[in-house]
C-alpha cells in the first residue's frame, strides 16, 4: 500500500500558497525539522518567524500578526501546543476570532517512544470546547494537502491535528472533498465506521474484512471533527443500527463522544468507541501501540460483529 506524509503535505501546501499570498506567515517553535517547513523558511524568510520552544509567545505573537491582515499559521508539535499554549489559543485565538490556524504534528502517539510528555491523546477534546474553532484531522497526505488549501483561504481560528510518520493512502491524488461534510469512503447498509486521521485506513481495511464475510460495513471519514457533520452520522445510525468509531485520541472528549452526543439525541442505536483507555500509556512506537491497545483491523472488525450481534437482539 503506498503510503505519504501529512505532515510534508502540509509544509509543500503551504509554501506553494504563501508564494501565491503574501499575508499567510508561519510561526515555528524551534520546530522547523519536526514540521518540514524548512523550505519554507528558506524561500520566503520575509513571511517566517522563529521563535524558540516558546509556544504560548508563538500563539500570541501569532494573533498580534493576525491583527495586521496576516493569515498566520503556528506550526509545532501538537502535544506542547495544546497544552502549554492552551490559554493563548483560547483567549488570543477563539475568543477574539483571530486569523490564526494551529498546525499540531505528531498528534497522537506518533511520539510515542518517547513516553508520556510527548503524547497527544487530549488535543481533539479541549479544542472541541473552545468557541470559534474549526478541527482538522487529515487521514492522509492527500487530505491533508486539501485542508491544507481550505485554510490558506479560511478567514478564523482553526485547528489542524497531524502525525508524523508516513501513513497510508487512502485517496487518491485526484479525490475532491467538500469541507462541510464528512466523506464517505466506503459505503455500506449493516454497520459504520466513523473513525479520522490515520484511523480511517485502519477502519477502511476492517470493511474489507467484513465484506469477505458478507456484511457491508460503511465507513465515515469525519475529517473535520468541529463543526461535525451531523447529519451523516445520524443517517448512519439510521441506515445502518450500528456504530463503531476509531480514533488515535483519548476515549473521553473525542470522536466517539462526539458520536454518542448526536446519536443519543437524534437517533439512539449501539455505539462502541475504540481508541486509547484512561490510563497511563505505554512507550513504544506507533504501529506497537496501536496492536496494544487493539486498534487493529481484525479488532475493528471483530467488534462490529458483537455490536451487529447486540442490535438484533
Known amino acids: 500500500m503506498k503510503k505519504g506524509s501529512s505532515r510534508r503535505a502540509f509544509s509543500d501546501t503551504l509554501l506553494e500558497m504563501a508564494r501565491e ?3 499567510i506567515v508561519a510561526v515555528a517553535t524551534d520546530s522547523r525539522g519536526s514540521v518540514t517547513i524548512d523550505d519554507l523558511f528558506d524561500d520566503l524568510p520575509q513571511q517566517t518567524v522563529e521563535l524558540g520552544i516558546a509556544e504560548q509567545n508563538a500563539v500570541t505573537f501569532a494573533a498580534g500578526m493576525s491583527l495586521t491582515g496576516c493569515n498566520v499559521f503556528v506550526a509545532g508539535p501538537a502535544c506542547f501546543l495544546t497544552s502549554r499554549a492552551m490559554e493563548q489559543i483560547k483567549v488570543d485565538v477563539a475568543y477574539n476570532r483571530t486569523n490564526v490556524k494551529i498546525a499540531g504534528v505528531s498528534a497522537g502517539v506518533s511520539y510515542g517512544p518517547l513516553g508520556g510528555t510527548h503524547t497527544c491523546l487530549h488535543d481533539i477534546a479541549s479544542m472541541r470546547t473552545l468557541p470559534n474553532m474549526q478541527i482538522f484531522v487529515p487521514a492522509d497526505s492527500v487530505q ?4 491544507t488549501r481550505y485554510l490558506c ?3 478564523g481560528p482553526a485547528y489542524l491535528r497531524m502525525g508524523r510518520g508516513d501513513t497510508a493512502l487512502v485517496y487518491g491524488e485526484d479525490e475532491e472533498f467538500d469541507m462541510h461534510h464528512a466523506k464517505v469512503t466506503r459505503r455500506g447498509s449493516d454497520v459504520t465506521f466513523i473513525a479520522c486521521g ?3 485506513a485502519v477502519a477502511c481495511e476492517a470493511a474489507g474484512r467484513l465484506h469477505a464475510r458478507g456484511i457491508s460495513a460503511r465507513v465515515l471519514d469525519m475529517f473535520r471533527i468541529k463543526p461535525a457533520d451531523e447529519q451523516a ?9 450500528a456504530i463503531v468509531t476509531l480514533e488515535e485520541h483519548s476515549i473521553y472528549g473525542g470522536l466517539g463522544e462526539l458520536v454518542t452526543h448526536i446519536t443519543a439525541r437524534h437517533c439512539p442505536v449501539p455505539v462502541s468507541i475504540m481508541g486509547f483507555p484512561d490510563e497511563e500509556y505505554r512507550v513504544g512506537t506507533s504501529a506497537e501501540l496501536f496492536r496494544h491497545y487493539g486498534l487493529t483491523p481484525e479488532n475493528a472488525a471483530e467488534e462490529a460483529v458483537r455490536l451487529m450481534e447486540g442490535k438484533k437482539r
Open 144 to 147: 491533508a494537502a486539501a485542508i
Open 198 to 200: 490515520e484511523t480511517v
Open 233 to 241: 452520522i445520524i443517517e448512519a445510525a439510521r441506515e445502518t443500527g
Open 153 to 155: 483561504s479560511h478567514e
Open 21 to 23: 499570498d503574501s499575508r
